[in-house]
């Protein structure tokens, strides 16, 4: 990830991000590194071919950092101080859809315990890659999702909206009403769609901007 790195370093200080969830890092080990720009990747991975999971975040907030859990190359935890409110952050990333079904759960059961540990008065923030599509449109789910997805839901967008409903939490991307191209976060062969999401607890999603 060392070239790549570098470049999401440069984007985010173009676009003035402060922090950012990645995944698919396929970087073994449990550390944090200088990526370049004043920016810094904690990461944990247990295979360099496969998965692997890291928050990065830039300079100014690397000192307000208590605590970072590295769960397993899926789920990554980190809980931050600023500016007097604690706000936790989980990176993840859910197995593929021709996964085997006891790892997916062993996944939703780890993001589950994750998110069930944080007191209710802190901030949650999810960055994911779920492997999945939530879809357009929130008929029956309006509680935790808005109306702009892409396409059809499928079986792994399921479990998505399934774990939203546990937690109390919204899918915040589906909220805004952009073009599909600026919704869509994968692109392959000709192929478009969303599988990357922003999750927040519903009682935050005021506070919320495009």
Known sequence: MTGIGRELADMMD??????????????????ARCIGGWF???????????????????EQYVKSVLEVKRVSDRVMFMKLEIDGAMINVVSAYAPQVGCAMDEKEKFWSELDE?????????RVVIGADFNGHV?????GDEEVMGRY??????????????FAKRMDMAVVNTYFNKREEHRVTYKSGGRCT???????????LKEIGD
């Open 14 to 31: 173009r676009r003035k991000v402060g922090m950012l969830c990645v995944q698919e890092t396929r970087w073994k080990g449990s550390k």
């Open 114 to 122: 994750v998110v069930m540990t944080v007191p209710k008065g802190e």
């Open 194 to 204: 969303q599988v990357d999401y922003i999750l927040c607890r519903r009682a935050s």
């Open 40 to 58: 810094k990747l904690f990461y944990h991975g247990v295979d360099g071919r496969r998965n692997g999971v890291g928050v990065i975040l830039k």
């Open 135 to 139: 879809g357009e449109g929130n008929r």
């Open 149 to 162: 997805g892409v396409k059809q839901r499928n079986a792994e967008g399921q479990m998505a909206v399934d």
